[in-house]
C-alpha cells in the first residue's frame, strides 16, 4: 500500500475519460488510492497520454506479440505485481480477461458497464437499450468474473431515455453518471467497505 492508499492499476484500449475522471479524483483528495499504472494493448491509445500529463507510468503491452489471451494476461499480471497493484481497474479495455489475470487478483477486477445490467451486457448497450424501447437506462460497476458483465454488481446509476435519443446523445448522459459512480466504487474498495456475498456485494457502513 502506498502512502496515499492502496495501489491501482488502470487497463484501457481508448480515450480514457473514466481514466481521467478517476486521476481528477485522487488528486483532488477525494479518492484514496495511488494510480500505480496505466496499461494499454493500444499503442494509440489517448489513455496512455493522459496518464503521462499526470507523471503516471503509461505502459503499452502489444497483444499481437503473444501467443494467446492466457499468455497476454499473464504478461499483465507479471506488470501489475511488478507495480504493486492491489485493485485493477478497467477503463475501456477492449480485451476478454481470462481466469490468468482474475485468479491473480480475487474480487479485485473492477469494471463499469453502461447499462443496467443484467439487461443489455455485451458491446453497444446503449443501442440495445434504444432498440428495445426501454424508458430507463444507466450504468453499473460490477467485479469482473469469467461472464460476459455478469460480475456481482457494486453499484448502479439510472439515466433516462428520452424520447428522440440516440446512441450518441444517451451515452453522452449516461457517461456523466460513470464518472461519478466508478471513482465511488473504487473509494469503497480502498476503504475495505465492499465483501462479496454470492452474487451480492454488501458495502458496510462507514466508520
Same mark, same amino acid.
Given at each position: 500500500?502506498?502512502? #496515499?492508499?492502496?495501489?491501482?492499476?488502470?487497463?484501457?484500449?481508448?480515450?480514457?475519460?473514466?481514466?481521467?475522471?478517476?486521476?481528477?479524483?485522487?488528486?483532488?483528495? #477525494?479518492?484514496?488510492?495511488?494510480?500505480?499504472?496505466?496499461?494499454?494493448?493500444?499503442?494509440?491509445?489517448?489513455?496512455?497520454?493522459?496518464?503521462? #500529463?499526470?507523471?503516471?507510468?503509461?505502459? /503499452?503491452?502489444? /497483444?499481437?506479440?503473444?501467443?494467446?489471451?492466457?499468455?497476454?494476461?499473464?504478461?499483465?499480471?507479471?506488470?501489475?505485481?511488478?507495480?504493486?497493484?492491489?485493485?485493477?481497474?478497467?477503463?475501456?479495455?477492449?480485451?476478454? @480477461?481470462?481466469?490468468?489475470?482474475?485468479?491473480?487478483?480475487?474480487?479485485?477486477?473492477?469494471? @463499469?458497464?453502461?447499462?443496467?445490467?443484467?439487461?443489455?451486457?455485451?458491446? /453497444?448497450?446503449?443501442?440495445?437499450?434504444?432498440?428495445?424501447?426501454?424508458?430507463?437506462?444507466?450504468?453499473?460497476?460490477?467485479?469482473?468474473?469469467?461472464?460476459?458483465?455478469?460480475?456481482?454488481?457494486?453499484?448502479?446509476?439510472?439515466?433516462?431515455?428520452?424520447? +428522440?435519443?440516440?446512441?450518441?446523445?444517451?451515452?453522452?448522459?449516461?457517461?456523466?453518471?460513470?464518472?461519478?459512480?466508478?471513482?465511488?466504487?473504487?473509494?469503497?474498495?480502498?476503504? +475495505?467497505?465492499? #465483501?462479496?456475498?454470492?452474487?451480492?456485494?454488501? @458495502?458496510?457502513?462507514?466508520?
Amino acid at each position: 500500500m502506498s502512502s #496515499k492508499g492502496i495501489n491501482i492499476g488502470v487497463l484501457a484500449s481508448g480515450s480514457g475519460s473514466n481514466l481521467q475522471s478517476i486521476i481528477d479524483n485522487c488528486e483532488s483528495g #477525494k479518492l484514496p488510492v495511488e494510480i500505480a499504472c496505466v496499461i494499454s494493448n493500444n499503442v494509440a491509445a489517448f489513455a496512455l497520454e493522459r496518464a503521462r #500529463k499526470h507523471g503516471i507510468p503509461a505502459l /503499452h503491452i502489444d /497483444h499481437r506479440i503473444f501467443t494467446g489471451r492466457e499468455a497476454y494476461d499473464a504478461a499483465l499480471v507479471e506488470t501489475l505485481h511488478e507495480y504493486g497493484v492491489e485493485l485493477v481497474v478497467l477503463a475501456g479495455f477492449m480485451r476478454i @480477461i481470462t481466469p490468468v489475470l482474475l485468479d491473480a487478483f480475487p474480487s479485485a477486477v473492477m469494471n @463499469i458497464h453502461p447499462a443496467l445490467l443484467p439487461a443489455f451486457p455485451g458491446l /453497444h448497450a446503449q443501442r440495445q437499450a434504444i432498440d428495445y424501447g426501454v424508458k430507463v437506462s444507466g450504468c453499473t460497476v460490477h467485479f469482473v468474473d469469467a461472464g460476459t458483465d455478469t460480475g456481482p454488481i457494486i453499484i448502479q446509476a439510472a439515466v433516462p431515455v428520452m424520447e +428522440g435519443d440516440t446512441e450518441e446523445t444517451l451515452s453522452a448522459r449516461i457517461v456523466t453518471e460513470e464518472h461519478s459512480i466508478y471513482p465511488e466504487a473504487i473509494r469503497l474498495f480502498a476503504e +475495505g467497505r465492499l #465483501k462479496v456475498e454470492g452474487r451480492r456485494v454488501v @458495502i458496510a457502513p462507514q466508520s
